[in-house]
C-alpha cells in the first residue's frame, strides 16, 4: 500500500511537470501568444525583432556626410539635414581622436543603410573621417 501510494504521487508530480513545461512552449520565446521575442518575423506578440535584425539586408548607398556630432541615447552620432546617421567607428575612437567631441564639425565618407521604423535615420559603415583638418581611413570589411 505504501509503494503504490509512492508511485502515484510520482506519477501526479512528474505530469505536473511535464504539463508545466509544455505550456510554456519551446525555445528560447516561450509560448504562441506569450509576446516573447522572436527573430523568425512570424507573429509572436507584440515585439519583434524580425525587423531590427534586417537591418543589414538593405541595400547601402555610398554617401559623403558634412554634419556635428551629438551624443543621443549614449551613443555618439552625426547629425546632418534632420538626418542623424548611427556609426560604431566613431564611437570605437572617442578619446582617442583630438577634436572628436559633441558639437565639432565633422566630414563622413562611408555606406549608409536605411534603419527600420525610423525614416530620419540611417546605419552609417565609415570609411573616411575628417575632423580638425586630419582624415582618418578605415577599412570596410
Known sequence: MKHTKIIIMAAI???TCIGSVASHGHGRGGGRDSGAWDCGGR???TWDRGAWDNRH???A???TVNGTL???DGQIVVVSDNITYITRDIQRLNGFIEGLKEGAAVK???QASTVPLNANARFLRVSKLTV???DYTFPIR
Open 13 to 15: 508530480i512528474g505530469l
Open 43 to 45: 507573429d509572436h506578440g
Open 57 to 59: 539586408n538593405t541595400a
Open 61 to 63: 548607398e555610398a554617401v
Open 70 to 72: 551629438q551624443l543621443i
Open 108 to 110: 563622413v565618407e562611408g
Open 132 to 134: 580638425g583638418g586630419k
